[in-house]
């Protein structure tokens, strides 16, 4: 049986060249390119860089719960709004919450019995209750709590995040989103818009198949010499178009799903998991959907270098999501998807030492309302004036909560944070100074905050 020696690069453009299929003068250019590549790693617009001041987070996980979780029914104890169930306030009646909320942890806050896996690990978690946005209608909410303008799509976080600091991992995309359906707002949701379209996020979709194409259609060394001839033509083409933004990002994309051939079989392979980690999150070694899977690849994927990950755990269906207009208690089967995958996660980096710098974030898009216009409604409408989210890990206050809502969940009663300031602190506690995080585009810079946004320090270590 015969062998096939592996060929290098440089015998492969030999051996066009000996078959006449290229000129002696690209011959030449090839030639040299093998000894001293035309583009460093300094001209890589996602080679890592440092931060802008020295932090503790690294990278981001963030936990997006589609449809508008209820603040008074998960992470916002209002005891007075239970014992004036149905009694009137601003002209409706108040709704007391159905689960009791205890204290799972060592710290005071109090969570609701939806989430008894997460509340114990409340040691470690800062909640903020309280969150506003703007309006309180999906999809202009969700694309402020992701691009920051409730008017138009804005680049994502996860892409300012991959446009400031690049990822470690040039085989894998700085942005990925794990998402098993699209939510309101669609691809917006983590679209680059003027950004350069590598630091778009990269979606995954839960099942037999996250993503296609994955298997490489011919050996390792004919596909890496194939690339290395594409990618000549492709430089020479753009050195002939220079300033082509969009060229070049279509390089760099191709580059990168080639990369992912390499990396992501092993990524999403959980089959090397312990039992003891299987259980944490909830799953099976042959698991390949869910919540309880999204947060394990979350952790695979933050280890192996990728800047961003983003975990959706629904759709913009409201029968399958927190949209929770006709009855409350149907928070109750949402909760307990995500409940203990995300305590599992959050156990899960502290024991590797990743929590140290990870940053763990779960939000919302707004919250819901504490009381209705009628006495005998089961559901909570749309309510974008108090709500809560939390953060955890590098940077984070462990065991504290910041902000308050009023007596029934109504409104602010003090700390207010908007969205600017909820991803103006983000980006802070990733070594990012959001004012100076900017692009030029269509005449003006542009940053994830407008022209607003404060860092909320006291919840930073």
Same mark, same amino acid.
């Given at each position: 049986m015969s062998h096939r020696r592996p060929q290098s690069r440089r015998t492969f453009i030999q051996s066009l060249a000996s078959a006449s299929l290229i000129l002696p003068g690209m011959l030449h250019e090839m030639m040299a390119e093998t000894v001293s590549p035309a583009h460093a790693a300094s001209d890589n617009p996602l080679a890592p860089r440092a931060p802008m001041f020295p932090a503790k987070a690294k990278r981001v996980i963030f936990l997006y719960m589609s449809g508008g979780v209820s603040h008074v029914d998960t992470f916002d104890p209002k005891p007075k709004l239970t014992t004036a169930h149905r009694q009137l306030y601003q002209q409706d009646f108040l709704?007391?919450?159905?689960?009791?909320?205890?204290? *799972?942890?060592?710290?005071?806050? =109090?969570?609701? =019995?939806?989430?008894?896996?997460?509340?114990?690990?409340?040691?470690?978690i800062c909640v903020i209750r309280s969150m506003k946005n703007d309006i309180p209608n999906h999809i202009q909410a969700v694309m402020q709590i992701h691009g920051g303008s409730t008017v138009d799509a804005r680049p994502s976080i996860g892409s300012w995040m991959s #446009?400031?600091?690049? &990822?470690?991992?040039? /085989?894998?995309? +700085?942005?990925?989103?794990?998402?098993? =359906?699209?939510?309101?707002?669609?691809?917006?949701?983590?679209?680059?818009?003027?950004?350069?379209? #590598? $630091?778009?996020?990269?979606?995954?979709?839960?099942g037999q198949e996250a993503i296609p194409n994955m298997t490489r259609q011919s050996s390792l060394d004919i596909? /890496?010499?194939?690339?290395?001839?594409?990618?000549?033509?492709?430089?020479?083409n753009l050195a002939e178009h220079d300033g082509d933004k969009t060229l070049a990002a279509r390089i760099k994309t191709f580059e990168t799903a080639a990369g992912m051939q390499k990396e992501a079989p092993d990524v999403f392979d959980i089959t090397k998991e312990s039992d003891a980690t299987l259980a944490l999150y909830g799953i099976t070694r042959d698991t390949k959907k869910g919540f309880g899977w999204q947060c394990l690849m979350a952790r695979r994927l933050a280890e192996r270098g990728v800047r961003f990950v983003e975990l959706i755990d629904t759709g913009s269906d409201k029968y399958n999501n927190w949209d929770s207009h006709l009855d409350i208690k149907m928070h109750a089967t949402q909760a307990r998807k995500v409940d203990q995958p995300i305590a599992g996660l959050l156990k899960d980096l502290? +024991?590797?030492?990743?929590? =140290?710098? &990870?940053?763990?974030?779960? &939000?919302t898009e707004f919250?819901?309302?504490?009381?209705?216009?009628?006495?005998? /409604?089961?559901?909570? &409408?749309?309510? +974008?004036?108090? *709500?809560?989210?939390?953060?955890?890990?590098?940077?984070?206050?462990?065991?504290?909560?910041?902000?308050?809502?009023d007596d029934y969940g109504y409104d602010i009663a003090e700390n207010p944070c908007d969205i600017h300031d909820f991803h103006a602190t983000i980006l802070a506690l990733m070594g990012l100074d959001h004012k100076k995080l900017t692009y030029r585009h269509a005449g003006r810079d542009y940053r994830l905050t407008d022209?607003?946004? $404060?860092?909320i320090k006291d919840i930073m270590t």
């Open positions: 709704k007391a919450s159905p689960w009791k909320f205890n204290r *799972y942890a060592k710290c005071s806050t =109090e969570v609701s =019995e939806l989430f008894p896996h997460v509340g114990g690990m409340m040691d470690d #446009y400031g600091l690049g &990822t470690v991992n040039q /085989e894998l995309p +700085s942005y990925i989103v794990l998402a098993p =359906e699209i939510p309101y707002g669609g691809a917006s949701c983590w679209d680059s818009s003027f950004l350069p379209a #590598y $630091h778009q996020g990269i979606r995954v979709i839960p596909q /890496e010499m194939d690339l290395g001839l594409i990618n000549f033509f492709n430089q020479r502290k +024991s590797r030492g990743m929590l =140290e710098d &990870t940053l763990v974030v779960w &939000t919250g819901r309302k504490p009381g209705d216009g009628s006495p005998d /409604e089961a559901g909570r &409408t749309h309510w +974008s004036k108090v *709500y809560s989210s939390w953060l955890a890990g590098a940077g984070v206050k462990g065991g504290i909560t910041y902000g308050a809502s022209v607003s946004g $404060h860092i």
